[in-house]
C-alpha cells in the first residue's frame, strides 16, 4: 500500500502542463541538465527561439556567427567536458550549414544533438522558403535523425536523441521540428530515455575473449599498445594506465587518443600513423603482439594495411561490432566499454616488464631526436619554425592547458609536440580533417572548462575558414588564446606539391591580410611575431592576458612535416626526410 | 575474393527514412543494388528488407556490421542463393492481336506455369513467378509478339534454416531494457 502511494504522490508531482512544443525542446534541455547551447536564429525556428529569451536565466544560448561554427562550438564543449553538445539552427540554409560539423562529430565520434527549424507541415514538399530536406542530407553522416511534426512528439524524440547521442560509441544526432509543432501546445512529462529496443549500446562483455587476449599478452615478448579515443570516450584513462604498467607494454596513441596518457608517462612512446613518431611505427611491424584499444585503424593509421602489422597477432578492444575486422583482422576481438573490459583484462594480467623492447623504441627515439626533433626545437637561425611555439606554450602550460588544433601542419606539429597532464585536452578534427574547426571548438572547449587554460592552435587557412567566429569571442568576452602560425601557405597541400607533384604550388600560396588588425577590430587583444627573440614574452603576455588574446607568428614558409609515411607506403616505411 | 548474389534480410522498425538510411550505406561503398523490396514481416510492426547485391563475403559481412549499426534496425542476415528458397514475379503485356494468332505461344505458357491474368481486345497480362532465369525465358519468348509492358519485382526469399529474429523479438517485450 505504501508503495503505491508513493506512486501516487510521484504522478501528481509531474503532472503534465501544457506548454508549446518549442517550450517543451527548453523543458528537455534542462531536463537533460543542457546549460550551454550554440545556434543562430531564423524563421523556422523562432518560437524556439522565443523561449530561449524566456529561459535565459538557465540555458545560455551562444550567438555563433555562422551554423558551422555552432557545430565546431557544440563539438569541443562535448569534447572537454563529455557531456552532449546541443547546437540549433533554422530550417534551409541553417540547417546544411550544420551539415560539415555533424560530419566531423560522426567521424570522431562526439556526442551532439542538432535541433533545426523546419517549415510547417502542411509546407513540407513544396519547395517553401527555407525548406530544404535535412533529414534526407543529414541521414548519412547522423548516428540517428528524425522529424518531428507534432508537438507532443517532443519529450519523447528528444529524450532519445540526447540517450542515443551519448551512448554507446557516441555520435551526432539531428532532429528537425516543424513550425507548426513548435506553435501547437501538449501536455509535458519527461522521462529520460534508459533504452531502445532495436539498439544495443553496450555489447555484451564476453570472458572467454578477455582470458584469450590475456593469454596472449601475457606470453608476448614484443607487446604494443595503439590506444584511441575509446579510452576517453570510455573514461578508463586510469585503468589503461593500470594496464600499461603492469604488463610493462610501450604504449602509442592515435591522434585522437592523445592526452589519455600523460605525455612524459616513461612508457608513452608517442604517436602513430603518417605522421607520427619513429619507433611506433616501424616497431608496429616488428611487434608480436599488438593491442589495439578504442581506436579503428584509420587508413592515416596504418598506412597500406598489406605491410600492416602483418608478423603480429592483434587484439582489438572495442565497443563499436562494426568496427571489428573492418580494416585489420583480430585474433582476439573483446566488444565492450572499455571501461568494463580494461578492468577485467587487469584480473588476468601478469606483472611484467618489457626492457629490451621498451629499448628499442628508446633508440628510434634518438634517431628521430638527432634528425628531427633536435632541429626543430632547437633551431638556432632562420625563421621560427612551428614547434618552438608550440614548446614554447609548454613551458608556459606545464602541460595543463587544452589544446584545440586545426587541420594541416600545425595541427600534426601541435599533436607531436604538445604536453599533455590530463585527459580530454587535446581537441582537433581527426577523421574528418576539418579546416575551420579549431576557433570554434575552443569557443566551446574554454565554456566547457572555463577554469583551463585553452589555446587554439591554427594555420592562417584554417583561420580564414570560420575567422567570423571572432565576433563571437569578443561578444561573449570567452578568454580564449588564439594562435595563427602564419607560413602564407596551405602548408601541408604544399608540402605534398613540393614532394609528389615537382613542386608545382597549385593555388596553395595565400595572399594573408593584417591579421592583428582583424582580431583589433573585433577588439581582441592581439600581437605579431615575426622573430624568435620575441616569441618568449609574446607567449607569457598571451597566457597570462585574463581575457581573450590573439597572437600571429610568421614562421618559416617552406616547412616540412616529418617523419612522414607517404600514401601508399608502409608504415615502416616511415622517411625522416 | 570472387563476388556473388547475396541476399541481405534486415528485420526494422516501421520508421520513416529507414529506407534510405539503409540506402545510403550501399551508396556510400558504392554498391549496385540489384533488387530491394520491403514488406511487413512475420513479427508485428516489424519491417523486413530484401536486398540483393553482388558483392563479396568480406563486403557483405562490412556492409551488415553497418547496417546493424543503425539504431532502428533490428537484426540484419546475408545469405547465398543455395540457402534460401526465393522468387521473383513478372508481369508481361503483351499486344492481344499478335498473341491470339500463335498457338504455340499459348501452350508455352501453359507449359511454364505462367497464368493469363487479364484479356481484353487490345491487349493480354501474363504473370510469372519463378526464378530470375524463367522470367527471362519468358520475356525472349514474349518479345517478338510486342511486348508493350514489362516489370519484375524484386526478389522475394526465406531462407531453408531459422533466422533467430521472433526469439530475438519476443525476448524485447519480456526483458526490462536497461541501459
Known sequence: MEVKTANKEKKIKQAPTTVSGAEAVIKCLLEEGIDTIYGYPGGAIMPVYDELYKYQDKIHHVLTRHEQGATHAAQGYARVTGKVGVCIATSGPGATNLVTGIADAQIDSTPMVCITGQVGSHLLGSDAFQETDIVGISTPVTKWNYQVTKAEEIPEVLAKAFYIARSGRPGPVLIDITKDAQFATLDFTYKKCAGIRSYKPFPKVNLSEIERAAELINSAKKPMIVFGQGVILGGAEALLQQVVEKAGIPSAWTILGLSAMATDHPLNVGMVGMHGNYGPNVLTNDCDVLIAIGMRFDDRVTGNLEHYAKQAKVIHFEIDPAEIDKNVKAEVAVLGDVKETLQLLLGFLKPKNHDAWHQKFKDLYKIEYDKIINNELNGKEGKLGMAEVIDEINTSSNGDAIIVSDVGQHQMVACRYAKFNKTRSNVTSGGLGTMGFALPAAIGAKMGKPERQVVAIIGDGGYQMTIQELGTIFQTKVPVKIVVLNNGFLGMVRQWQQMFFDKRYASTELINPDFVAIAKGYFIKAKKVTERSELQDAIKEMMDSPEAYFLEVKVEQEENVFPMIPTGASVSDIRLE | ?179
Open chain 2, 1 to 179: 575474393m570472387e563476388k556473388k548474389n547475396y541476399t541481405i534480410s534486415i528485420y526494422t522498425e516501421n520508421n520513416i527514412g529507414l529506407l534510405s538510411r539503409i540506402a545510403a550505406i550501399f551508396l556510400k561503398r558504392h554498391f549496385n543494388i540489384e533488387s530491394i523490396t520491403v514488406s511487413k514481416s512475420e513479427v508485428k510492426e516489424v519491417m523486413r528488407f530484401i536486398i540483393v547485391v553482388e558483392i563479396t563475403e568480406e563486403q557483405v559481412k562490412k556492409i551488415i556490421g553497418q547496417i546493424e549499426k543503425q539504431i532502428e534496425v533490428i537484426r540484419a542476415y546475408y545469405h547465398t542463393d543455395e540457402e534460401l528458397i526465393f522468387q521473383e514475379t513478372a508481369l508481361y503485356k503483351v499486344n492481344s492481336a499478335e498473341f491470339v494468332e500463335d498457338l504455340t505461344i499459348q501452350d508455352f505458357i501453359k507449359e511454364t506455369n505462367a497464368r493469363i491474368v487479364t484479356v481484353t481486345p487490345k491487349f493480354f497480362v501474363i504473370e510469372k513467378t519463378g526464378k530470375r532465369h524463367e522470367i527471362d525465358n519468358l520475356y525472349d519468348k514474349l518479345k517478338p509478339y510486342g511486348l508493350m509492358q514489362f516489370v519484375r519485382s524484386g526478389k522475394i526469399a526465406v531462407s531453408k534454416n531459422e533466422m533467430p529474429i521472433s526469439s530475438i523479438l519476443e525476448d524485447f517485450n519480456t526483458i526490462n531494457i536497461n541501459s
